[in-house]
Each structure stands twice: as C-alpha cells, then as structure tokens.
C-alpha cells in the first residue's frame, strides 16, 4: 500500500490530470465512438457490398450513348404518372438509379419509388418502394453514424461533439501510453501483443497497441468527420489550412420564373443542360442529375460530375435555370477545377474522401474499414481494463487476510501495467 501510493506521488499533476481525462471523458463517451466508429466501418463498403446484393444492376459499359433525362422522365410518368423523378445517378458499368416523389414523399424520410434503368436500352431491372419513414439498410447504418438513430436535433450534436471528445481521448491516450523510459521490456509492452498472457494481459496490450498504431487514421478520420457538423471548427479549419480566407457559404440559386414556358418545354430543357455537361466530361465515371420540379417553376436543373470511379474530391457542379438555361457561377472551391484550388482548397475537397479512405483508392477503404474497427474496439477493452481494476479492489477489501502459513509458494505472472 505504501508503494502504491508513493507511486501515486512521483506522478506529476500533468499526468494525473491526463489519466483523469483520459479514464471519464472515455467512460462518458464510450457508447458514443462504438457505434460511430462501427457504423463507419460498414458504411465504408456500402457501394461495392449494394452492388454484390444487387447482381441486376451490373451493366457492361458500351460504346453508345446514354438515354437522355427526358427518356427517364417518360419511362417515370408511363409506370408512376402520380410521382415526378427527384434525381438520377447515372454510373458507368451500372443501371441508372432513378429515384421518384409525390408531393407527399418530400424529405429523405417520407418514402419514395427507386428504378433501376439500363441505361442503353431503358428496361427497368428492378423496383424498390419504400413507405414514409422506411430506409434501406445502409441508410439505416448512416443514420446511427451520423446521430445514433436519435431525432436529428438531438443526436447529431451528440455526435458532433462526442467525436471531438474522442480526439482528446486519442491525444490523452498517446501521452498515457508513452514511456518514461525505453528499454526491451517497454518496447516489448508498447508496441506488441503478449498472445500467450492472462486475459487481462491480453486485453491490454490490445488497448494500448492497437490503439497506437490506428493512432494516426483515427485523428485524420475524426478530425475529417467534425468539419461535417461543427460549424465552427470547419470554418476555422479552412482558415488555418489556406492562410485566411474564409469559407464560402453554399449557394442556393433559383430559376427565372417570369420566363417560364417562353423558351424550351421542361423536357427539352432537362436534355439540353445533360448534354452542356456531358459535352464538357465525356469520360467521366459517374453524374448526378438533379430534375427541376416542374410544379415550382423556380427550382433548377443540377449536374454533379464525378470523373473518377469511387472518389469524390475532384467532383464538380453545375446549375441551370431550366427555363433560360442560364448557367450559375458558383463562387468559393467548388466553384472552380479542382486543379485550380489552392492547397487548402484541394484539402477541403478531399475532405469526404479522406474520411472514409477512398482518397487511397481500394486499398485506402480497407484500411479505413480495419482503422474504425479498431476504434470501436478501444471503448470496450478500455472499459474492461477500468472494470477490471474496480472490480479486483473491491474483492481484495473483502477476503479476509490469511495467515502466513495458509499461503503457498507458487510461481505467479506480474500484474500487467500501462506504460
């Protein structure tokens, strides 16, 4: 006992503090980072795993051209004449994925109709239909990572800021798990795992290795997710990374109204702004098309083009009036080439892709996909090493204290410790 607690005394205040902040913000957050960093493992995958469940939707890409928006259009109106097509995903190798709305399924939660259309002839492989409040599995798995199925307002804050909590935790986590000293016996403990030890040696070591080698993706992962729901943190972080300048809010444009029906049909207009792009970027992997609501004759016509296959970074977009087809200028980073941004500006477009890998490419997503896993690990094997110790002290105050003679010499493994 009087070791123990002369031990105690040779830490500095530093370190007790860092030990205090590193066992409660983890206590408090451990739910938290378990189902945030487990969804995020699944959610790394959710193309390629929809695309294997999903064998019909896979379509070898020929040299011809795509159908139009207007053929999409008909084919929406000809099968569902109550419902109007919201987007269109076109991905070359795939069906076109056209989703569709009545006026009382506005809202990612209100229902809605997905066709699968090929995207050569216009046969429609396969249809999902979803009720008011249903979502599709991966949905469901972007839901808890993004608010842990909780109402938005609510849950989202929580996520937020319990990522930030986790930041801490990795930084505090750092500083606890190095040595004050290095030699054989602390490299052996700090950077390998003692498979053959008791079960808490074990769980240990995996709390304490694995987490100092997923140490690096893990701030990069967290850091990456915060700038997608802490308003303040983005904007700064955008200031720090381009040397001052500030961050452009997102444009929301509207069309013409007054010039409604006194240039183009709502169909011609649909097709001449996917030829303007498609003009622009006839390689490119993928597009998303956004159709104008016909009923509010001031919504546009959008285009996202995405040039490489499973990568987000180098996207870019473009809005038509669909009366005029009057182009938009966007201002800020995405208002320009990617080639063209500043190196904070390219950072800011990589966000996304860093945050789930795919900056990496294949290689980059299993890498994240084993990183979170990790990450959703540390809550429980910390938990169990905190558990452990509580639950080892209550038992060593309530056995009675033997005789000398009642003991036995017998050889025992030392008590793991953190570095």
Not at 95 to 114: D, F, M, V, Y
Not at 202 to 221: A, K, M, T
Not at 287 to 295: E, G, I, L
Request: one cysteine or more.
């Amino acid at each position: 006992m009087k070791n123990h607690v002369k031990k105690k005394n040779r830490e500095t205040l530093f370190t007790r503090i860092n030990k205090w902040l590193h066992l409660w913000l983890g206590l408090i957050s451990g739910v938290i980072v378990f189902v945030v960093c487990l969804t995020g493992c699944i959610w790394v995958f959710n193309e390629e795993i929809t695309g294997l469940l999903q064998p019909e939707t896979k379509i070898a890409r020929q040299d011809k051209p795509v159908i139009m928006p207007s053929r999409l259009y008909e084919i929406a109106y000809r099968l569902y004449p109550d419902k109007s097509p919201a987007y269109a995903q076109y991905q070359q190798g795939r069906s076109i994925t056209l989703n569709l709305k009545s006026p009382k399924e506005q809202g990612r939660r209100a229902g809605g109709t997905t066709l699968n259309i090929n995207p050569y002839t216009g046969k429609v492989v396969s249809v999902t239909e979803r009720k008011k409040g249903q979502v599709d599995f991966f949905r469901f798995v972007l839901n808890g990572h993004r608010f842990l199925w909780l109402p938005y307002e609510i849950g989202r804050p929580i996520v937020n800021y319990g990522t930030l909590i986790f930041v801490i935790l990795l930084i505090t986590g750092l500083i606890w798990w190095y040595p004050k000293k290095w030699n054989k016996s602390t490299r052996e403990k700090s950077f390998k795992i003692k498979w053959g030890a008791s079960f808490k040696r074990v769980n240990l070591d995996l709390h304490n290795v694995l987490g100092f080698y997923s140490l690096i993706f893990l701030l990069f992962i967290a850091l990456t997710g915060m700038v997608y729901g802490i308003s303040w943190y983005s904007k700064g972080l955008y200031w720090v990374t381009t040397g001052g300048e500030k961050l452009t809010e997102f444009q929301r444009f509207e069309s013409d109204s007054l010039q409604s029906g006194k240039r183009f049909t709502p169909q011609q207009a649909m097709d001449l702004a996917w030829q303007k792009v498609i003009t622009r970027h006839p390689a490119s992997e993928g597009f998303y098309y956004t159709f104008p609501d016909t009923s509010r004759a001031k919504t546009t016509i959008g285009v996202t083009v995405y040039p490489s296959k499973g990568q987000f970074y180098n996207n870019q977009s473009y809005t038509f009036d669909q009366h005029t087809l009057k182009e938009f200028a966007r201002e800020g980073i995405y208002g320009i080439d990617y080639e063209e941004a500043s190196a904070g500006g390219k950072l800011r477009r990589m966000n996304y892709d860093i945050h789930i890998g795919s900056i990496l490419g294949f290689p980059g997503k299993v890498l994240a996909f084993l990183v979170t896993l990790i990450g959703a690990s540390l809550p429980i094997t910390g938990f169990l090493i905190w558990y452990g110790r509580k639950f080892k002290k209550k038992n060593k105050r309530s056995k009675p204290q033997k005789s000398p003679t009642m003991i036995k010499s017998k050889a025992v493994e030392p008590e793991p410790v953190e570095n």
